[in-house]
């Protein structure tokens, strides 16, 4: 083979190894990022009473309960607890529970996976009339 047929057939060579190469390069994506959802639960409870509402996270992540309002009076106490609906849809199994007043910051903070959780808010026999009450919920 002469030099210049040999310089031909690496030349050659060296562009289906480089074709090849290039043919399959692969994509790089970037994991979506979902941003927090927030809701709000509104209602009323009397004496003695409880509200509860379900919600779903879409992934893991952290939820915040905040009781923004309560009243009258504005100043009243009450339990809020976050947990899991029963299966017959009757009530909610609370993992955690505080209780507290109405506050711009959240009461509860918990690390949640995807899933259906709930909220729970009860008197905690601090009322001695029907409230009045706003929560915010915020989720992955």
């Not at 809701?39 to 779903?56: I, K, L, N, W």
């Not at 959240?106 to 009339?129: K, N, W």
């Amino acid at each position: 083979m002469t030099p210049r047929a040999m310089l031909a057939c690496c030349a050659l060579a060296m562009g289906v190894l480089t074709a090849v190469g290039c043919g399959d390069a692969a994509t790089v994506t970037s994991p979506s990022v979902t941003s927090p959802v927030t809701e709000t639960f509104a209602g009323q409870f009397a004496v003695g009473g409880a509200a509860a509402r379900s919600f779903s996270s879409a992934s893991a992540g952290t939820a915040t309960i905040t009781l923004t309002q309560i009243g009258p009076p504005a100043d009243v106490t009450i339990g809020i607890g976050i947990g899991i609906p029963q299966s017959d849809g009757s009530g909610c199994y609370l993992t955690q529970s505080v209780t507290a007043g109405a506050a711009a910051a959240p009461q509860l903070t918990a690390a949640v996976e995807a899933g259906t959780y709930c909220v729970r808010l009860f008197d905690t026999g601090a009322l001695t009339s029907q409230v009045a009450f706003s929560v915010t919920i915020v989720r992955p």
